[in-house]
């Protein structure tokens, strides 16, 4: 193992060394990602949730690979009908609602978040919240790029750029830049203590 992994590993990977720990930590990430969108401020076409906080934690605590484990069993779940998302249904009906362009983002942040853990980048504060911000504007990016374009109303029409960028992208951004300092506080304040520990 090489010194740039070592804190990731400290704070998931040893924990993942057999099938049913990985399991059960995949489990657990589902279920912390659930509760984060189900903990949230009603808001229409997108609700305000604690989503970012807990995925972001969750992806720069896991790795690369974890982290895709995690967010692709919950939208593995979320397709099969399973109540993982924020809205009150789930099923392959969910993937073609206005937040259907969010979700895929979060592929995307497993992906960027991941990977710079595996960098060793939670041992760096600036630098785990620069990429989280990142990944979370790939995630509001494919947000707004399908609840804009591909999204259509009960009335057929799509949203459009301009009520896309005010539905679903500006009233979240001071909310996320404050989730993710969290998230990068929650983490890099962890990986001290085991370093410590």
Partial sequence: MTQTTAVTSALIGRLASTPVRRIALVAAG???????????????????????LALMAIFAASGMRLSLEII??????????????????????????????????????????????DRGLTRRPLALFSTMIVADAVIFALGFLWLGFLFTTSTGQTLGAGTAFAK???PFILADLVKVALATAIVTGLGRRLRRG
Avoid: D, S
Wanted: glycine share 18%.
């Fill in 30 to 52: 589902i279920g912390v990602i659930t509760l984060g969108a189900k903990t949230q401020v009603p808001f229409w076409p997108v609700p305000m949730t604690l989503q970012t």
């Fill in 72 to 117: 692709l069993g919950y939208l593995a779940l979320g397709l099969a009908g399973a109540p993982v998302f924020a809205g009150p249904i789930a099923g392959a009906i969910y993937f073609t609602g206005p937040t259907a362009g969010f979700l895929l983002g979060f592929v995307g942040a497993a992906v960027i978040v991941g990977a710079a853990a």
């Fill in 168 to 170: 679903g992208v500006e």
